[in-house]
């Protein structure tokens, strides 16, 4: 069974930093991409950045383009979202995601973490 357990959401305020973390267990995610996700209130989830386990490529959405880092910890199972410079448009409840690389949706996710920011 796979299993995706978030942490490390929370209130900042504008220009801070969080780091969120999600530590995936069930089966080895050598074959998968591992993504981040946001929902606000009243808006769409929207895609925030992914990462293939195997080559450690990465990508990301404009809006958070040299302000967010996703990176993974092969030892401890872990995959990271570094957040700088953070902005109020960034208050959303934020989601890890897997799927298999040649899949075309995320089948697995996690429970979600609130995070903040204020101004």
């Known amino acids: 069974q796979v299993q995706l357990v978030e942490s490390g959401g929370g209130l900042v305020q504008a220009g801070g930093s969080l780091r969120l973390s999600c530590a995936a267990s069930?089966?080895?995610?050598?074959?998968?991409?591992m993504g981040w996700f946001r929902q606000a209130p009243g808006l769409e989830r929207e895609f925030v950045a992914r990462?293939?386990?195997?080559?450690?490529?990465?990508n990301y959405a404009d809006s958070v383009k040299g302000r967010f880092t996703i990176s993974r910890d092969n030892a401890k199972n872990t995959v990271y979202l570094q957040m700088n410079n953070l902005k109020p448009e960034d208050t959303a409840v934020y989601y890890c995601?897997?799927?298999?690389?040649?899949?075309?949706?995320?089948?697995?996710w996690g429970q979600g973490t609130q995070v903040t920011v204020s101004s």
């Open positions: 990462i293939s386990w195997s080559i450690g490529s990465t």
């Open positions: 069930g089966r080895t995610f050598s074959n998968y991409h």
């Open positions: 995601a897997a799927k298999l690389t040649w899949d075309t949706r995320y089948n697995h």
